[in-house]
């Protein structure tokens, strides 16, 4: 299975956690990457499900939306000037050096969010994964829009809501016309009752 640096990956460790709990002898194999290779991979039929951040296209895959939305948020070091504020707007990215997520999807959705204020805005690059973002955060200064990762120190960094906010859903997704295993069906059938009452 596959996933990306979400704070829904905490909800896929507990499905996960439930379906060991009914079938023991069942270990899984977990491959963290950006929602773009995390599809790659099921096209190509080495990886059996996914989480994925949406949009992304369910043109051949089945899908479960998992119960938590993803917020975006500027990461910066917890002494940068902004983070004194308790929401970031586009204005308040004016300049300053920032770094995007490689993602296409998810780059329109943040110039969707910054509107006209776009051509004031110094991006510097663009980043896969959030945990290499947050180095340059650190050792440069620079400011990262992203999802909020749950795992990042908080003495150090510092996350800030964009405003008006803005959030991505997050869905479970496999092949629709790829033969399964039975361990795969038990494990769909397993995460549609578990994500019905989550």
């Not at 499905?15 to 991979?41: C, M, N, P, R």
């Not at 204020?117 to 200064?141: H, P, W, Y």
Request: proline fraction near 4%; aromatic fraction near 10%; include cysteine.
């Amino acid at each position: 299975m596959g996933a990306g640096e979400y704070q829904a990956t905490e909800v896929l460790a507990k499905l996960i956690g439930g379906f060991q709990k009914q079938y023991a002898a069942v270990s899984f194999e977990l491959f963290t990457s950006s929602s773009d290779l995390l599809h790659d991979k099921l096209d190509k039929g080495l990886l059996d499900v996914a989480i994925l951040q949406a949009p992304v296209d369910t043109t051949n895959y089945d899908y479960l939306r998992l119960p938590i939305r993803e917020t975006w948020c500027v990461l910066m070091r917890s002494d940068a000037p902004l983070a004194s504020k308790n929401a970031i707007t586009a204005s308040d990215l004016s300049g300053l050096p920032i770094i995007l997520p490689a993602r296409l999807q998810a780059r329109s959705e943040i110039f969707n969010w910054l509107s006209g204020d776009i051509a004031k805005m110094r991006f510097i690059g663009n980043s896969n994964l959030l945990a290499n973002t947050a180095v340059f955060v650190e050792q440069c200064g620079y400011y990262g829009i992203s999802v909020q990762m749950p795992l990042l120190d908080e003495k150090r960094f510092t996350y800030r809501p964009l405003t008006p906010a803005l959030h991505s859903d997050i869905l479970l997704v496999w092949r629709r016309d790829r033969q399964q295993s039975l361990t795969l069906q038990k494990f769909l059938q397993f995460a549609k009752c578990f994500l019905s009452i989550e």
